[in-house]
């Protein structure tokens, strides 16, 4: 049986060789190179040890090469080969043979093999499906068309060996390319914070690169820095309102989110003040969101409920005047902590006497807020029910 032969050259260590790619000797070892190509001889020597491990191949009377087992995808020692030349005689142009013989060299390792059997099948039989999917065809119509080339036609990308709709490709390449801006803004403002509180000869140039920075994808740089150095001496005061006052022009939902934390949990009034400024132009919406749910949550603390209302005074709105009146008091649960487990004492008539000690009591208080009363007087002028709840509501009531 006569086997299509594809002769390529190649150079190796300096010496050119033919490589057949496809074809059985009647007595040889084959090496498969990562490049797909087959070189056939007989293996004389591994080298297993040295700083580059390496199989020993003589091709031809006195010609040997060392091949770097780095370059060698498999290894086909002669009585793999020997089967696969006492399959060949029995196939004939039989293209379901082809296929089985295909499945086979796949089972053991021929890879080489495999492909050409496959390919041979469908040349016997151009509508072989089993061997069309094997080698990645589709039905298109009346046509077989490469898979790959059919998703293509349908507007898809490959990406890491799956293939994606363009749009989800270019939302994820846009993700990664986030991703990886972020990480390396993280990298510069880090050597820049840093150049600037050493107070060099560099720190004015370091000063004055914060101060310009206008790319969005600094703004986890800036938004980890503001909270890592809160409540602590490690930045200055005025290089703290510099990262504000940045994530301010920013305007990405990171830089709110940063700013909106800064407007609840800023010790400094200064710093806090700025953030929500910044807010007022950009980002409003995300701070109400925020401290809507902090007011109206029976497990918020009271120091939380005044520190969300302080934020919501920035941002005043007419259509939420049911929340206001609703945070005027709040209801706060504490639970007090148990007494002994057992007392000894003496009664009033000299005896002695064991007693069991408190449990745990639940205590309900409630707190007027004036930040909520504030709110109130914004969006009604000239009134003030003060904490009267019921008086507040008739008056919206009367109004609508």
């Keep these: 049986m006569a086997l299509l032969l594809h002769r390529i050259p190649i150079t190796f260590a300096g010496i050119a060789f033919a490589a057949f790619v496809g074809v059985v000797s009647a007595r040889a070892d084959t090496i498969e190179l990562l490049a797909g190509v087959q070189v056939d001889g007989k293996i004389i020597r591994n080298n297993d040890t040295g700083p580059k491990p390496s199989i020993v191949i003589e091709v031809d009377p006195g010609l040997r090469i060392a091949i770097p087992k780095s370059r060698i995808r498999k290894t086909i020692t002669d009585s793999e080969l020997s089967w696969y030349q006492s399959q060949l005689d029995s196939v004939g142009e039989d293209a379901e043979a082809h296929y089985q013989l295909a499945r086979e060299c796949k089972k053991n390792g021929l890879l080489s093999q495999c492909d050409y059997h496959f390919r041979r099948a469908i040349e016997i039989d151009p509508n072989h499906s089993r061997s069309r999917a094997a080698l990645g065809y589709g039905r298109e119509g009346n046509k077989w068309v490469l898979f790959d080339e059919l998703q293509r036609q349908r507007g898809m990308i490959s990406d890491g060996g799956k293939w994606k709709v363009s749009e989800v490709y270019a939302r994820e390449k846009r993700r990664d390319e986030i991703k990886e801006g972020t ?29 310009a920075i206008d790319d969005p994808l600094a703004s986890q740089a800036l938004a980890e820095a503001l909270e890592k150095s809160r409540g602590n001496d490690s930045d200055p005061p005025s290089l703290r309102r510099i990262y504000v ?4 022009a920013l305007k990405t939902s990171t830089a709110v989110q940063a700013l909106v934390k800064t407007g609840l949990f800023e010790p400094d009034t200064g710093i806090r003040t700025e953030a929500l400024m910044q807010l007022k132009d950009f980002g409003g919406r995300s701070a109400v969101s925020t401290c809507l749910p902090i007011v109206s949550s029976p497990k918020s603390s009271p120091s939380s409920v005044t520190a969300a209302l302080a934020v919501l005074n920035y941002f005043p709105d007419p259509e939420l005047w049911r929340e206001y009146v609703d945070a005027l008091v709040t209801k706060h649960q504490s639970v007090s902590a148990a007494g002994p487990g057992i007392q000894a004492g003496r009664s009033s008539t000299g005896g002695m006497g064991l007693g069991m000690g408190s449990k745990q009591e639940v205590q309900t208080d409630y707190q007027n807020n004036p930040g909520a009363l504030s709110l109130l007087k914004q969006i009604a002028p000239g009134v003030d029910y003060r904490y009267d709840q019921a008086a507040w509501r008739n008056h919206f009531a009367n109004q609508l």
């Design 245 to 248: 006052k940045r994530l301010g």
């Design 183 to 211: 990480k390396l803004w993280i990298k510069q403002f880090n050597s820049l914070r840093s150049a600037f509180l050493r107070q060099n000869k560099r720190s004015a140039d370091a000063l004055a690169s914060i101060q």
